[in-house]
């Protein structure tokens, strides 16, 4: 009986010297039928191995049928082939999960409706998988995830690179390209520069600000924080700006005494305004 792979199965690695291994291994001791060979929608889903080692020998293989969902059946292929219980590398995961991703979607942040799969059977419809999702069904980290999916949308986008991208070592490339264009240039930080427009602010406010000081500290305090209260994302971009600010002003305490005497040592000059 001649059986195609699934697309869960056909995204993993295939191993000829572990073929030729399990075949010589039937030949001596015949075909354990403690793994069977799985078999959904009438496509090979787990076995591809032991498959075509039963073939190359001449004997012929276990099987047993696969009975769930798309979702379901990558979730499958997942727990026993992905998720830490079979040797598979790093680059063989993630591209795995652009498989998966590419078959199953990905939920975008809030669950939108829209963002739905269909698999062959018409009543088989469900929110995609979240990447926190992706990454329990995979065994790792959502940030993993999170790396793997920018990869993948950015070299989706170019249909060069989305050409490219159909095997592992093509994907491979593809994804070194994405990261090379990442690169950009950024020149030369000089703190001078940066230091300089804060005389221009300072300007600006003395000069035209009408309201009290602290009115002045709430607007600061608004602006430093705001976002903080969208997600986590915007939260940790917040504190970020507040702990730059606080650094900065550490640099203005301790150049306060100096300006102050600088101001006083000829207290009666006249302010140009």
């Known amino acids: ?38 078999i959904w929608n009438g496509t090979i889903l787990d076995g591809r191995h032991r498959y075509n080692a039963a073939e190359l020998a001449g004997i012929n293989p276990t099987y047993t049928t696969f009975k769930g969902t798309e979702q379901e059946a990558w979730d499958y292929v997942s727990a ?16 795995f999960y652009v498989q998966r991703a590419e078959a199953l979607g990905v939920q975008e942040r809030g669950g939108e409706r829209g963002n739905q799969y269909q698999s062959g059977n018409v009543t088989n419809v469900t ?10 069904s995979l065994g790792v980290r ?24 159909v095997t592992p070592e093509g994907y491979q490339e ?3 390209e994405v990261r090379k264009r990442r ?14 427009a804060i005389k221009g602010i300072s300007e600006l406010f003395n000069k035209h600000f009408e309201g009290t000081k602290e009115e002045a500290a709430s607007v600061l305090v608004s602006e430093l924080i705001k976002g903080c209260e969208t997600d986590d ?31 006083n040592e000829q207290p009666n000059l006249k302010i140009v305004v």
Not at 81 to 92: A, L, M, Q, S, Y
Not at 245 to 255: G, L
């Open 142 to 165: 959502r940030e993993t995830v999170n790396r793997w999916e920018r990869d993948r949308k950015e070299i989706k986008s170019d249909p060069e690179l989305a050409a490219k991208a």
């Open 1 to 38: 009986m001649y059986y195609k792979y699934s697309n869960p199965c056909s995204s993993l690695p295939y191993k000829e010297d572990q073929v030729k291994f399990l075949s010589e291994r039937m030949k001596q001791v015949g075909y354990d039928p403690n793994f069977p060979v799985v």
């Open 127 to 136: 929110m995609a998988p979240s990447q926190e999702d992706h990454a329990e």
């Open 174 to 176: 593809a994804k070194a």
């Open 233 to 263: 994302i915007g939260l940790s971009i917040a504190r970020d700006y507040v702990k730059w600010f606080m650094s900065f002003k550490e640099v203005m305490d301790i150049a306060e005494p100096t300006l102050s005497r600088f101001l």
């Open 80 to 95: 026993t082939n992905v998720d830490g219980t079979r040797h598979i590398n790093n680059k063989e995961k993630e591209f």
């Open 183 to 196: 690169n950009i240039v950024v020149s030369a930080y000089r703190v001078d520069d940066a230091m300089g």
